[in-house]
């Protein structure tokens, strides 16, 4: 569902992401894991055409992200680490909002409006404007707006951020039955055992380079720590190299 060929990123002699590739398979979770500086954002801008790759190519659903940006970006949803909405507008006035950027009619908007709305805990808080929001409640919103157009692909970076245990448990049981009803969703997290139990793939990104992809056991497989968790394998993959 997203195919990534040759992907760069340089500014300047600076390069953020180096000549990456990596298949993303149809209606599963797919872990973009990295320490900080890794690469993953500037990967994450890049799949949701934000930042304009210096080489190589994207495709989501079979179309080129850059030739085909418009038919690329109505299949997907993002949901960013930090969302960015409109203050002076209620819950309800920014997914009609981002209804018609999607151009879906009134009649299907107001259904999924509300299905959303439903799922995130918010329908009593859709008429309130949303500079009164907690952090928590902005990011579920700033999940319905990824939401609300029925996305084929969820792309979403660092969900976990100012949720509080229920919203956490309750986002990740969601994405699982996003993916079980043929999703396909990237995953950019820090929390290691939020990817260890949702994803059905992940790719490791290092220092601008992609370390190792695959499933939880190809990675241990590779590292030869069968009996190991995510978390201990992450660590000795991404650990400094020191000089002799």
């Not at 960015?84 to 819950?91: D, H, I, S, V």
């Not at 918010?122 to 029925?150: F, N, P």
């Amino acid at each position: 569902m997203i195919t990534i060929k040759n992907l760069t990123k340089s500014y300047g002699s600076f390069v953020a992401v180096n000549n990456i590739s990596l298949e993303v398979p149809a209606g599963g979770i797919f872990a973009f894991l990295g320490v900080n500086g890794a690469g993953k954002t500037t990967t994450i801008k890049m799949l949701t055409g934000i930042l304009k790759p210096s080489a190589g190519a994207i495709y989501i659903g079979g179309f080129d992200l850059r030739k085909e940006s418009l038919q690329a970006k109505a299949i997907t949803g993002y949901v960013p680490d930090r969302p960015n909405l409109y203050p002076k507008l209620t819950g309800r006035e920014f997914l009609y909002f981002i209804c018609d950027l999607y151009r879906l009619s009134g009649k299907t908007a107001d259904i999924r409006i509300d299905q959303v709305l439903d799922e995130y805990t918010l329908t009593q808080w859709q008429d309130e404007l949303i500079e009164s929001y907690s952090h928590g409640m902005k990011q579920r919103l700033a999940t319905c707006a990824a939401l609300v157009h029925d996305p084929k692909v969820l792309i979403v970076d660092e969900p976990m951020v100012g949720l509080d245990p229920h919203g956490a448990r309750n986002l990740k049981e969601a994405m699982k039955r996003y993916a079980k009803n043929g999703t396909t969703i990237f995953l950019s997290t820090h929390s290691l055992n939020v990817a260890e139990e949702l994803a059905d793939n992940l790719a490791i990104i290092h220092q601008g380079s992609i370390l190792t992809t695959g499933t939880l056991g190809d990675i241990r497989q590779l590292t030869g720590k069968h009996e190991e968790g995510l978390e201990m394998m992450f660590l000795e993959l991404t650990a400094p190299q020191v000089e002799h």
